[in-house]
């Protein structure tokens, strides 16, 4: 894919809290919706994230759980 191509996504850091002194954040990807629909992904849904040959892979888990 090219960059600046739509479906491209980005790696964040972002902060989540301090612990005992000790800064803790949470890295997210940014997905779009065109990709989201393809895969049929829903807001809420529970992904596994797994590495496979080099690749981050995601499997669904159930419906959607919605707060």
Do not use: C, S
């Amino acid at each position: 894919m090219v960059k600046g191509e739509k479906g491209v996504v980005k790696l964040q850091k972002r902060y989540a809290y301090t612990y005992n002194e000790k800064d803790h954040y949470k890295n997210m990807l940014t997905v779009p919706d065109d990709v989201i629909e393809k895969l049929g992904w829903k807001a809420g849904q529970e992904l596994e994230p797994k590495v496979e040959d080099g690749k981050l892979v995601f499997e669904t888990h159930g419906a959607p759980k919605h707060r």
